[in-house]
């Protein structure tokens, strides 16, 4: 209250200059959002500063807690209300169609993503914890990192929106202060990219290789949405979604759908198995809102990679009037030739770039191709740039 009245007295003279009222709910909305969200400035400094900028977003002279929201959602790329466009209300309810365009199977995973961010923009989840809270656990190439990535370019603005974290180089007991680090020492830092960042999909990638003492410093984050960086500066993660990977669990996973056993019937054995063998403790699972099992992908899916891969190429061309067309058996061949249930769709990318990319490279540079001309790739093509070894 006390701040609230300096606020009132310090915005006289910018009432009378821009000629506004700044109504009493925007007082109150600055002051609690500039508390999450602006960390340059002290109280009341922080909150004027956001007031200034609400200046612009006015209704006929009144400045509201509506002037506020928007406010800092143009300067900050961030999204505070609920959804009222039309457009972004019709991304939620179609967000799955628009990450499969992206990433192959997976359904649950996507669906329970998807369903987080919808329950956020629609106003009716918990606002003292991140948005939602994920473990995905599979093999090596299945599409864990992929839907991250999907989500931060579908929904979050674009792949930039994406923190990660390779947890892999945090297996020591000191890794915790880089974890927490200020962003002037090390601006590569968990929490100084969230608060450079706050709206965003956090991802930490293998979870399983951190140090015990990382995963005790990462409960207050998964529990509050709140982690004090090395300056005891609450930083928030109460607008990203966080999601962790593990390869924990993989060759049982395998071994489950090789005998013909769905997901729903195994996904809690593994969760059981990770905990009796001391992978994770069941505190720190008990954190998570929800554990998803990715299952490895078939020849037919990675067919479907396959023209993902080809989709995106053909994206690129596009800006050159070229288009590039890839015969049915020469794809099924990148298949053969691409396919390791150890490694999932990794090895594709790396065939399709050696049998397709570089065929068309050629055919550009040596002024085979004109714009406005569909490339044509056949199987005999891919045998000779791929020959007869395994990728």
Do not use: W
Not at 275 to 291: A, G, K, M, V
């Amino acid at each position: 209250e006390e701040t609230i009245a300096i606020m009132q007295h310090e915005l006289v003279m910018n009432e009378f200059q821009r000629n506004v009222t700044y109504m009493y709910q925007s007082l109150d909305e600055a002051y609690r959002l500039s508390e999450r969200y602006v960390h340059d400035l002290t109280m009341p400094g922080r909150a004027l500063k956001l007031l200034e900028s609400a200046a612009g977003y006015g209704e006929n002279g009144l400045i509201t807690g509506n002037s506020v929201q928007q406010a800092i959602e143009q300067t900050m790329n961030i999204k505070v209300g609920v959804a009222t466009g039309e457009a972004e209300r019709e991304a939620l309810l179609n967000l799955e169609d628009q990450i499969h365009e992206r990433m192959i199977n997976q359904t649950r995973a996507v669906k329970v993503v998807s369903d987080a961010l919808r329950r956020a923009r629609a106003g009716v989840r918990n606002e003292n914890r991140p948005i939602g809270t994920f473990l995905f656990l599979g093999p090596t190439g299945v599409g864990k990192t992929e839907l991250a990535k999907a989500l931060g370019e579908v929904y979050f603005g674009g792949e930039d929106r994406l923190v990660r974290l390779d947890l892999n180089e945090y297996v020591r007991e000191e890794d915790v202060a880089r974890l927490i680090a200020d962003g002037a020492d090390d601006p590569s830092s968990l929490t100084a990219q969230a608060m450079k960042q706050p709206f965003s999909v956090v991802l930490l990638d293998e979870i399983e290789k951190a140090h015990p003492k990382v995963l005790t410093t990462l409960l207050q984050l998964l529990d509050e949405g709140i982690l004090r960086d090395i300056k005891n500066r609450e930083v928030s993660f109460r607008d990203a979604i966080v999601i962790a990977t593990s390869n924990a669990g993989a060759d049982n996973i395998r071994e489950y759908v090789e005998r013909g056993l769905n997901l729903e019937d195994f996904e809690p054995k593994i969760v059981d198995e990770l905990i009796s063998s001391n992978q994770f403790r069941p505190e720190f699972l008990n954190r998570f809102d929800e554990i998803v099992v990715f299952r490895p992908l078939n020849k037919e899916e990675l067919l479907q990679v396959v023209e993902l891969i080809l989709k995106s190429i053909n994206k690129q061309l596009a800006l050159q009037k070229v288009s590039v067309n890839v015969a049915e058996d020469a794809k099924r061949f990148l298949v053969d030739k691409g396919y390791d249930p150890r490694l999932g769709a990794r090895p594709m990318r790396r065939v399709v770039q050696r049998a397709v990319e570089n065929t068309v490279a050629k055919q550009m540079l040596s002024g085979q191709v004109e714009p406005g001309s569909v490339i044509q790739i056949t199987l005999e093509q891919v045998q000779g740039a791929v020959g007869d070894e395994k990728i």
